[in-house]
């Protein structure tokens, strides 16, 4: 292992740990050159100030797990990776998977500082051999600024409860954008509904230990519930910063061994809405605000589920919150004259319906309205048709297996489409047929 001098570039989420760091990196030969909490700033800096390599936190803003191979088959030279990750996560493991060179944990200590500045000698000697022996192919990677997409919090809303399928919409689109055969992104489903939380039902978790001994569905012990209680009652003292990264991975869940979607579940039961902590609004507005701020760091795309009345704090901070808010309206005329109805005092609220998109759900012309008509009336530009299928929707609900891995018809479709929205390679997968899905869907039912 050489000793010749290092150059690097650190991506850090807690400037305590770059502090700590350049401590252990001292006299070693090892140079820091930039230290950002920025994706894009960390792969623009790796290239252009000519690094040797990147020690970098998952948790800095933007962050992929793409960007690990960028870097590491860059045309010019090789910039392996190494993470710096807290020790109670798994995102060491997850980012050795993406083709980081290995990892530390935080916070650092006297070991794991030692630890650091051999792992970084070694990896930049693993990526060289690996490179003159032709172990891998390079291939020119642009500016991250030039990929075809962008990480974006997409809040889900209705105006009217019941029957517009929102959270079935929200959680195959956290599924398509997620799960390895799709967009392999990842991606984290917040369950915001003040009225109750069906998104884990959904895919197959139970907060019943009843139904988690008869169904064997997986048993969720926390949820929003919890994490608001758990938040009151220190944020008279920590206020925001009661709220980092290490402590909402306790309270997500991981779905699907083939997925990189975890969830936040929402309330179990609508009585839970009426204790005490949400009574104070302005702190429930704060804190849904820095869930979605920090979730926004630590994953490409956040899906929020919210309820239909956008004065409840939590729904309206995912809705101030999101880059993009699809309005979902089925084809009746009281849900078309109830989201037409809402747009102006939305307006008025927000300044602006620049991000609200139109996601008409359970569509067929048999009912009597056209797109157009709805189109129309509500005042939106339309992002996507979602056509209506009971049987496929209904038993998808019924086996917690998303449709949109499975179906092969335009319901399954139609949510890829939407997906491709914001994550166009999507696009090219859609293309090559559907072939893709076959394979997997006798395996997701199979397992189901």
Same mark, same amino acid.
């Not at 803003?61 to 190494?82: A, C, F, N, S």
């Not at 018809?409 to 559907?434: D, I, M």
């Given at each position: 292992?050489?000793?010749?001098?290092?150059?690097?570039?650190?991506?850090?989420?807690?400037?305590?740990?770059?502090?700590?760091?350049?401590?252990?990196?001292?006299?070693?030969?090892?140079? #820091?050159?930039?230290?950002?909490?920025?994706?894009?700033?960390?792969?623009?800096?790796?290239?252009?100030?000519?690094?040797?390599?990147?020690?970098?936190?998952?948790?800095?803003?933007?962050?992929?797990?793409?960007?690990?191979?960028?870097?590491?088959?860059?045309?010019?030279?090789?910039?392996?990776?190494?993470?710096?990750?807290?020790?109670?996560?798994?995102?060491?493991?997850?980012? +050795?998977?993406?083709?980081?060179?290995?990892?530390?944990?935080?916070?650092?200590?006297?070991?794991?500082?030692?630890? +650091?500045?051999?792992?970084?000698?070694?990896? +930049?000697?693993?990526?060289?051999?690996?490179?003159?022996?032709?172990?891998?192919?390079?291939?020119? =990677?642009?500016? *991250?600024?030039?990929?075809?997409?962008?990480?974006?919090?997409?809040?889900?809303?209705?105006?009217?409860?019941?029957?517009?399928?929102?959270?079935?919409?929200?959680?195959?689109?956290? +599924?398509?954008?997620?799960?390895?055969?799709?967009?392999?992104?990842?991606?984290?489903?917040?369950?915001?509904?003040?009225?109750?939380?069906?998104?884990?039902?959904?895919?197959?978790?139970?907060?019943?230990?009843?139904?988690?001994?008869?169904?064997?569905?997986?048993?969720?012990?926390?949820?929003?519930?919890?994490?608001?209680?758990?938040?009151?009652?220190?944020?008279?003292?920590?206020?925001?910063?009661?709220?980092?990264? =290490?402590?909402? @991975?306790?309270?997500?869940?991981?779905?699907?061994?083939? *997925?990189?979607?975890?969830?936040?579940?929402?309330?179990?039961?609508?009585?839970?809405?009426?204790?005490?902590?949400?009574?104070?609004?302005?702190? #429930?507005?704060?804190?849904?605000?820095? #869930?979605?701020?920090?979730?926004?760091?630590?994953?490409?795309?956040?899906? #929020?589920?919210?309820?239909?009345?956008?004065?409840?704090?939590?729904?309206?901070?995912?809705?101030?919150?999101?880059?993009?808010?699809?309005?979902?309206?089925?084809?009746?005329?009281?849900?078309?004259?109830?989201?037409?109805?809402?747009?102006?005092?939305?307006?008025?609220?927000?300044?602006?319906?620049?991000?609200?998109?139109?996601?008409?759900?359970?569509? *067929?012309?048999?009912?009597?309205?056209?797109?157009?008509?709805?189109?129309?009336?509500?005042?939106?530009?339309?992002?996507?048709?979602?056509?209506?299928?009971?049987?496929?929707?209904?038993?998808?609900?019924?086996?917690?297996?998303?449709? =949109?891995?499975?179906?092969?018809?335009?319901?399954?479709?139609? =949510?890829?489409?939407?997906?491709?929205?914001?994550?166009?390679?999507?696009?090219?997968?859609?293309?090559?047929? @559907?072939?893709?899905?076959?394979?997997?869907?006798?395996?997701?039912?199979?397992?189901?």
């Amino acid at each position: 292992m050489s000793d010749q001098p290092l150059n690097i570039v650190v991506g850090f989420y807690n400037y305590a740990d770059v502090q700590a760091l350049e401590g252990y990196l001292r006299d070693t030969g090892i140079t #820091i050159l930039s230290a950002v909490q920025d994706a894009q700033r960390v792969f623009d800096d790796a290239v252009n100030l000519e690094a040797d390599a990147v020690l970098l936190c998952p948790q800095v803003t933007g962050y992929r797990h793409q960007m690990i191979l960028d870097l590491l088959l860059h045309v010019e030279r090789p910039i392996p990776t190494v993470g710096l990750v807290e020790a109670t996560s798994d995102d060491g493991r997850a980012m +050795v998977s993406a083709g980081a060179k290995g990892f530390v944990t935080l916070p650092l200590d006297e070991t794991q500082g030692n630890k +650091v500045v051999v792992m970084l000698r070694q990896a +930049v000697d693993e990526a060289h051999k690996e490179r003159q022996q032709g172990q891998v192919k390079t291939r020119a =990677v642009p500016s *991250s600024r030039l990929q075809a997409w962008q990480e974006k919090v997409i809040t889900i809303w209705v105006p009217k409860g019941g029957g517009s399928t929102r959270t079935t919409l929200a959680v195959n689109l956290a +599924v398509a954008l997620s799960h390895a055969a799709l967009g392999n992104q990842p991606t984290c489903l917040l369950d915001f509904d003040m009225a109750k939380g069906d998104a884990h039902t959904m895919l197959g978790f139970t907060a019943n230990p009843d139904y988690a001994a008869r169904h064997g569905w997986p048993l969720l012990e926390r949820g929003l519930f919890d994490l608001v209680t758990w938040t009151a009652s220190r944020w008279g003292q920590q206020g925001e910063g009661a709220i980092t990264p =290490v402590l909402l @991975r306790n309270y997500t869940a991981r779905w699907g061994e083939d *997925s990189q979607l975890d969830l936040l579940p929402g309330l179990y039961a609508p009585h839970q809405a009426d204790a005490r902590e949400f009574d104070n609004r302005q702190m #429930i507005y704060q804190m849904g605000r820095r #869930i979605i701020e920090v979730m926004r760091q630590m994953y490409a795309f956040v899906i #929020i589920d919210v309820g239909q009345d956008f004065t409840r704090p939590l729904h309206r901070a995912a809705l101030e919150a999101a880059n993009e808010v699809l309005v979902t309206v089925p084809p009746t005329w009281t849900a078309v004259v109830d989201a037409a109805n809402a747009m102006p005092p939305l307006k008025h609220r927000l300044g602006d319906l620049g991000k609200f998109k139109l996601v008409i759900t359970r569509y *067929s012309a048999e009912f009597g309205l056209s797109e157009k008509e709805i189109i129309q009336e509500v005042g939106l530009p339309r992002l996507v048709t979602i056509p209506h299928d009971a049987v496929v929707a209904e038993t998808a609900i019924n086996t917690h297996t998303p449709f =949109v891995l499975t179906d092969e018809g335009p319901l399954g479709e139609s =949510v890829r489409e939407l997906a491709a929205n914001f994550l166009p390679y999507l696009a090219e997968k859609r293309r090559r047929g @559907r072939s893709l899905f076959a394979g997997l869907k006798k395996v997701l039912v199979r397992e189901s």
